[in-house]
């Protein structure tokens, strides 16, 4: 089917000289009047036109793993209400490929897709830190590591962008809640803010130059993100480059006439004229300087520019649903496989249980929701695969009280029909398998998760089942982590998180070994909530919540703090092995390049992801016991070998210095573990690095201890002690080691000795 979507005017305007000519308008044809309506949204999709110059409406629409199109055009809401479009795994799953140039062709469909229905600019995608597992939006979010999101990020970005759409990076920056999103302060430290929150968007930014940045809802250390110059002039665009424009989220700007002064080019949706008039107002009585709204203004023009004349090409709908289906299976994470359970013979009598296999949830809820092209269900692919016997059983009631609702039936003997049904059907086949998730109502855009606990129902339904036949397959379907109490219970685990359309297609294909999995775990999954990084900060109290667990999120909070986890960040297995041997790494001005050997030692082709972890030893800040740095996929044959490279980028080495206001290379003999997840290494190299330090001044500040921490400055002061008669034994040095030498006359030094003493070290 191919499927040539009519093609909105994407300009609407009757003299568009410069727009045509793909030549910007220049801000100094616009009135004051035309250009404060340039800044905002003429509605919820679309800004404002200026016809008589020629620059047209621009529409923007959600993103980030689907087009949402209003079904009754661009003027309306649409939210549920959109035209068909192809739903592709959100980032939850997205991100488990750890495959960058898998994620650039999601980006370029996206992106044919969003030209063809005439939009300038995709919404997505969402890159934030997955700080909790309770965060109501981690469906629609990479990783709990910034380096899989900015790497995946990125790609997306550049696949969109090769259509000749813009993409949105968003939400900039630090929300990482639902709650209270709109007002709560995420209150960070500079090393955290830096090293997790931040890294990734800059990484998108100086890698692929997004068209356009979405600012979050949230204040950040107290700042409306909207109206935040720090954030969104001086570090998005003076630090990192940035060129492009800034948006608000919907919604977002709480005052207008700071948010153009903080760098904020546009405010979506549409105010109705009101902040334009505020604009209009500022300018006039000189609370705002004309030239600040023509910064923004011109930005404005700028992505008029880049968003004209873009030819779109015929979409092939059932194209994108294979490619759809080809990320699904390749974004499922095998946990477990215990006595080879997996992949099933063709032959084998399999009982389906569990409503998501006929029921499928695919994606999550809020802005994202997209109405798919079509669905495909793990039942039928299941029954297209075997050759033996496949019979099903609903087991449970995704959603209970609605069922109960809906049908007035009483669901507590519902539940037990289902269950009964369920286990007469695992006892008469030989493998199992069983869908568990959590129900669409438990986790969406807009709110956060109370527990991370699959329905009761559905864990007393397990129990029984496993009783019934051990030979047990859990498949599970959840856009959040959930715990897995009954992982050593059962021999084969599919974390299917949210797979989109062809998920159901996708699952069958690793199910029965079409497709060899490769995913890897992009957030650990805890034993328990309360060993969680953000265990009794989140979500905050009185308008704040202090991200106190500092750089430790994620798998760095757990193996630096050696809790068991359930599963490992970047965990997943395959249905061959791989072996890592011969690690090397070498050290250059653009970094570390490590080179390991990667063998297939298994029977059948599979796709290793080789992941680099780094450490220093001895830094001067505290670190995470190990992280992530760079990771690369192989794809093996049976026996073959391949030398693999992974570069390192030396800017990744860094830490944010809070006392130089940078970032800082340090020196040192630097250890990268390279390995099959954050608690599987399979090799260590050692590698030194020269580091950008630069030396602190010596100050009556400075301390005995660090006077003497350097060779140079020690043997001075030694030599000045001793021409001066000063005579510290060892536990006096001890014990005023850390007192600078200006406090105390005579110790070290007389007072006028120690000025000496700086001058002369400082000449
Ligand atoms: C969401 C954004 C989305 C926008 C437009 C907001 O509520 O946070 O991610 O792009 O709405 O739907």
Known sequence: MKNTPQMPARSASSEPAEAAAGQRVPVDR????????????????????????????????????????????????????SAPATCFPPAVALGATFDPELAERVGAALGAEAAAAGVAVLLGPGINVKRTPLCGRNFEYLSEDPLVSGELGASVVRGIQSRGVGASLKHFAANNQETDRHRTSSDIDPRPLREIYLRGFQRVVEVAQPWTVMCSYNRLNGVQVSQD???????????????????????????????????????????????????????????????ELDAVADRVLELARRAAGVEPHPVDLDAHHELAREVAARSIVLLRNEGELLPLRPSASVAVIGAFAADPRYQGDGSSRVVPTRIDTALNAIQGYAEGEVVYAQGFEIDPLDAEADTGRD???????????????????????????????????????????LPTEQLALLDDVISANPNVVVVLSHGGTVSLPFADRVPAILDASLLGQAGGSGTADVLFGSVNPSARLTETIPLRLED????GTFPGEEGHVRYGEGVLVGYRWYDTRQLDVRFPFGHGLSYTTFEMTNPRATSSQEGIAVTVTVTNTGAVSGREVVQVYAALEKSGVRRPTRELRGFSGVELAPGESREVVIQIRRSDLAYWSV??????????????????????????????VEGDERPLPVTLETTFDELMADPETAARLEVAMKANGVVVDQATRIFLGGVPVGRIDGFPLPRRETEKLIRAINA
């Open 532 to 535: 969680t990084p953000a265990f």
């Open 30 to 81: 616009l009135t004051l009047e035309e250009k404060a309506s340039l800044t905002s949204g003429a509605d919820h999709w679309r800004t404002q036109a200026v016809a008589r110059v020629g620059v047209p409406a621009l529409v923007l629409a959600d993103g980030p793993h689907g087009l949402r199109k209003p079904a009754n055009g661009f003027g309306e809401v649409g939210i549920g209400a």
């Open 411 to 453: 669901e507590a003997a519902r539940a037990d029909e289902l269950r009964d049904e369920a286990v007469a059907i695992a006892e008469a086949a030989e493998t199992v398998v069983l869908f568990l998730g959590l129900p669409a109502h438990e986790e969406s855009e807009g709110f956060d998760r109370a527990h991370i606990d």
């Open 659 to 688: 006392r130089e206001d940078r970032w800082v290379v340090e020196t040192g003999r630097y250890t990268l573990d390279v390995g099959a997840s954050s608690r599987d290494i399979r090799a260590t190299a050692t590698v030194e």
């Open 229 to 291: 110059p720090w954030l969104l002039t001086q570090v998005l665009r003076e630090e990192w480059g940035f060129t492009g424009l800034v948006m608000s989220d919907w919604g977002a700007v709480v005052d207008r006439v700071a948010a153009v002064q903080a760098g904020l080019d546009l405010e979506m949706p549409s105010s109705g004229g009101r902040t334009d008039a505020e604009l209009v107002a500022a300018v006039r009585d000189g609370r705002l300087a004309e030239r």
